[in-house]
């Protein structure tokens, strides 16, 4: 039998190349489709000889076809770091939005599943704790962080569209604060900020007071729910992340006293519209997915600070 075909957006980015990985080395075929505006070619260069992956330089912004039978579509193009939306504002907005329809299109075309990747972002500045795939949210549709969180909203009643119009099988994950390999380490969120400033003997820089809150999914952990969703029967959205919550605070310490004891905290004023709290309610791909994170936080900082030691040209 041939081998089934996935195509993924962003498949040159932090997320998207993980992904590429995984269905490499699980038989599939990959198209990774990318215009490198935040993705790099260094994140799939070990797969350039893989008979089984091709590459195409490509906006899906813009109308574009590809050749072939296609088995899934996987939406992960879009600068996804408030340093890299907030410099690319009318990109961000354009690839939620003409991007996922484009993709869509070709799903649709093809027969093919699809699944997007979402936020949890779309929740804002939640006024309900934890976040549940019901909760609606709390997002300033002007504000400065807007333009991702509504560009991923959008997408996601788009992608629902498509499914109740045209009866698609489509899924949409709600990604929740993820870190790992291959992140950018000049992205401005705080695994890496803190990464790049204890490899380089700098203060800790912590926002605020350093009270609110997050919870993070090392990169494998994300991969597995991602794929145990597409090969799911249901669409969701669902929740996938680490429910295990820290304050920037208790997050900074963690990482002084393990890698640079006499290490400074340095404070400086919360961005505007930061969410105060984040932590996902994963009740639903536990029992619809038999999905949770294995990884530590202790265990998957490791692995990424050997990763960002290793590669410090990233």
Known sequence: MSKKVVLISGGAGFLGSHLC?????????????DNLITGSLRNI???????????????????????????YVMHFASPASPVDYMKHPLATMMVGSYGTHNLLE??????????????????????????????????????????????????????????????????VVRIFNTYGPRMQIKDG????????????????????????????CYVDDLVDGITKLLLSKISGPVNVGNPREFTILEFANLIRQ?????????????????????????????????????VALEDGIGRTMSWFANNRTN
């Open 106 to 171: 070709i799903a649709r075309l093809k027969k093919a599943v699809f699944l997007m990747a979402s936020t949890s972002e779309i929740y804002g500045d939640p006024l309900v704790h934890p976040q549940k795939e019901s909760y609606w949210g709390n997002v300033n549709t002007i504000g400065p962080r807007s333009i991702y969180d509504e560009a991923k909203r959008y997408a996601e009643a788009a992608v629902f569209a498509y499914k109740r119009l045209y009866k698609m099988d489509v899924k």
């Open 189 to 216: 969120r705080v695994v890496p900020n803190f990464i790049d400033q204890i490899l380089n003997n700098q203060p800790l820089t912590v926002y605020g007071t350093g009270k609110q809150t997050r919870s993070f």
């Open 21 to 33: 990985d995984w269905f490499i080395n699980h038989g599939f075929k990959v198209i990774a489709v």
């Open 258 to 294: 393990k890698y640079n004891p006499k290490a400074k905290i340095v404070y400086q004023p919360l961005p505007i519209d930061d969410p105060k709290q984040r932590k996902p309610d994963i009740s639903l791909a536990r029992k619809e997915l038999g999905w949770e994170p294995k």
């Open 45 to 71: 260069a070990h797969l350039k000889t893989n008979k089984d992956f091709k590459f195409i330089k490509q906006d899906v912004s813009k109308f574009f076809k590809v050749a072939g039978s296609i088995n």
